[in-house]
């Protein structure tokens, strides 16, 4: 979604698709999947806890929300020194910032809104399992390569 927008906000803003605007929309692809993670393992944690979807979604965003959009602020103020650079490689470098601080803006805000609800949809739809990191542990590590490493031998 977030890159959608970005798409959107360069039509409105008359930006082309060249090489310095699509390496902007490569960059901001690692943000906006931080962004979205960041959301999801703590939702995610929660349900784990064994609360209910829908408690877990409330709780998991309402904990992350402050960092999701520190983040995104950070990120967006690093890019607006070289939005407000004068000269050739100013000139050169708007278009890149804007489309990087866009799509950073609108990840945070997908991330604080529409990330927990496509978690609460799909967690609710599909079934959890609730199993501890611990306790699946000895099932992984009865599957080990040394202990799957037998050759069967055929008898006659």
Do not use: W, Y
């Given at each position: 979604m977030s890159i959608i927008g970005t798409f959107a906000v360069m039509y409105l803003f008359g930006y082309?698709?060249?090489?310095?605007?699509?390496?902007?929309?490569?960059?901001?692809v690692g943000f906006v999947v931080d962004d979205a993670i960041v959301m999801l393992e703590?939702?995610?944690?929660?349900l784990e806890?064994?609360?209910?979807?829908?408690?877990a979604t409330?709780?998991?965003?309402?904990?992350?929300?402050f960092t999701i959009v520190s983040m995104t602020i950070s990120l967006a103020a690093v890019f607006i020194p070289v939005m407000?650079?004068?000269g050739i490689l100013?000139?050169?470098?708007h278009e890149f910032a804007v489309v990087i601080i866009?799509?950073?803006?609108?990840?945070?805000?997908?991330?604080?809104?529409?990330?927990?609800?496509?978690?609460?949809?799909?967690?609710?739809?599909?079934?959890?399992?609730?199993t501890s990191p611990s306790r699946a542990w000895p099932?992984?590590?009865?599957?080990?390569?040394?202990?799957?490493?037998?050759?069967?031998?055929?008898?006659?």
């Open positions: 082309s698709l060249d090489n310095l605007s699509l390496l902007a929309l490569t960059l901001s703590n939702v995610s944690r929660h806890m064994g609360k209910s979807v829908m408690q409330l709780d998991g965003s309402k904990e992350i929300a407000f650079m004068g100013g000139r050169l470098l866009v799509a950073v803006l609108i990840s945070g805000f997908v991330s604080l809104t529409l990330t927990p609800m496509m978690c609460a949809a799909s967690s609710a739809s599909s079934k959890v399992r609730r099932r992984c590590s009865s599957r080990s390569p040394t202990s799957s490493a037998r050759i069967p031998t055929s008898r006659r």
